[in-house]
């Protein structure tokens, strides 16, 4: 689920003439040259707002160029959903675990139950899963047990982990981010200590909007940083600059849906077919081709997930 959404007003920086040529292209969502392939890395498809037309948003998806969706479950019930719905596509794969705004629920049964769920082959990740200090309802103690347990269970079933964070109010840094830090320090000396292959592939931030030092931050630990919706708004460009200066092999391409849809669908339901708006746009920004940017983060994202 949605981590910050910058809100900041800022002059546009980029022409006129380009951003309306994504956008246009963008009403069709144009098939893909048949060599593009692109890679949805969080998508909540098992949502009830996918109930009516499930069936069609995969078909879109697949003519928009994506080869690879991934369903992070945000409960256990979720996980669960996510894991049976991954069964029933061979583009769809699952990622289990407890959302830190659901981390009340967590008990001495919910570890056992997620650690069964991961003997389905259709599992590729622990997520989502993080720290969540824009609302209240979970003190901020518990949200990091329950974190640290779930980071442990990645280490012992050698899954890479779907991180969210949100600091309180719009910040892009703050407690929400050192904390995290500290604990992702923590837990990748450990994979290191232990000479954990996982310690080479540990997970992503996803939906990133924190400071250029956070990532760098998480970088030098090996993580790479996922990239959504708010990347293309009008008011975009704090996150315009922020992925124009990440390396593109540390980058992941992410929808949310059926949050943060892209421009020109802000504000609509999103979904995975949309991920080529971001493709478009990161592009824009770091003077590639759209081909470029969909093959280097499917590689990336082929590399996270051990996909074949």
Partial sequence: MRANVVSDIVPAKYPKGEGQAISKQAQGLLAPPEHMTLTDTHCHLDLEKFDADRAEVLRRAEQAGLTRILI???????????????????????????????????????????????LNQKVVAIGEIGLDYYWDSTPHDHQQKVL???LALAAELQLPVVI??????????GDCASDLLKILEEWGTGLRREKSPLAERPGVLH?????????????????YMGVTGPVTFENGQRLQDL???????????????????PHPHRGKRNEPAYVRLI??????VRSYTTEQVAAATSENARSLFAWE
């Fill in 72 to 118: 992070p479950g945000l409960t256990l019930t979720s996980s669960r959903s996510a894991v049976k719905l991954a069964e029933s596509h061979p583009m769809l794969s699952a990622a289990i675990g407890v959302h830190p705004n659901d981390s009340l629920a967590w008990d001495g049964q919910t570890i056992s139950a997620l650690r069964e769920l991961s």
């Fill in 148 to 150: 640290k347990e779930q």
């Fill in 207 to 223: 939906s990133f909007s924190g400071t250029l030092e956070m990532a760098r931050a998480a970088i030098r630990l090996g993580f």
């Fill in 164 to 173: 969210h964070f949100r600091e309180k109010g719009l910040a892009s840094g």
């Fill in 279 to 284: 493709a478009d746009k990161i592009a824009l």
């Fill in 243 to 261: 992925v124009a200066a990440l390396p593109l092999d540390r980058i992941l391409i992410e929808t949310d849906a059926p949050f943060l849809a």
